[in-house]
């Protein structure tokens, strides 16, 4: 287990100094996925629920570029998303969030944050919630960037890691509150 791990560290530092430094690469890359077609659409494998009720699971299966991508409910809106466990925080560009009714506060509380395509302010926001199938997640620390600087919704570990687990095996990744 600890070499599969220590393997998966070694490809995300890759990904993540590549990244960094080809300049336009993960736009590039996003604006690629953003425009897939229906069929290679990623799909919810399953959810389930515990004979009490008390733990919910969601299984997502990975699409063919092997990204887990799902259809969440941000504020009671539906958007499809991106899991990125290398991103801090939840990210959204300004149309999607002014869509999901989340409104920053502008020249409030500005953060740079470091893109692929290098530093850009963004502002930091609380989501009220985010939902995926039966699994609801509440108070979620986001950022909302330029729509220039970000094409797509990224799940982060914000949202992460108020779940009670979250594991990737098999080609698919399962979310667990």
Do not use: W
Not at 79 to 98: H, Q
Request: charged share 20%; net charge positive; proline share 3%.
């Amino acid at each position: 287990m600890f070499q599969v791990v220590k393997a998966l560290f070694a490809v995300a530092l890759l990904t993540g100094v590549a990244a960094l430094t080809v300049p336009g690469l993960t736009t590039a890359f996003l604006s690629q996925q953003a425009t897939q077609t229906e069929s290679q659409a990623p799909r919810l494998a399953s959810t389930a629920s515990s004979a009490t009720g008390a733990t919910n699971t969601v299984r997502i299966e990975a699409d063919a570029s092997h990204h887990f991508r799902g259809r969440f409910r941000i504020n009671g809106r539906a958007t499809d998303g991106l899991i990125d466990t290398g991103a801090t925080s939840v990210a959204l560009n300004e149309s999607t969030a002014r869509r999901l009714g989340i409104l920053p506060v502008h020249y409030r509380d500005k953060v740079e944050v470091s893109t692929a395509n290098g530093r850009v302010s963004a502002e930091r926001v609380v989501i009220e919630r985010i939902e995926i199938g039966p699994i609801v997640v509440r108070d979620i620390e986001g950022v909302v960037l330029p729509d220039t600087a970000l094409q797509t919704t990224l799940i982060g570990m914000s949202f992460l890691r108020k779940l009670g687990s979250y594991r990737v095996a098999d080609g698919r990744m399962e979310l667990v509150r």
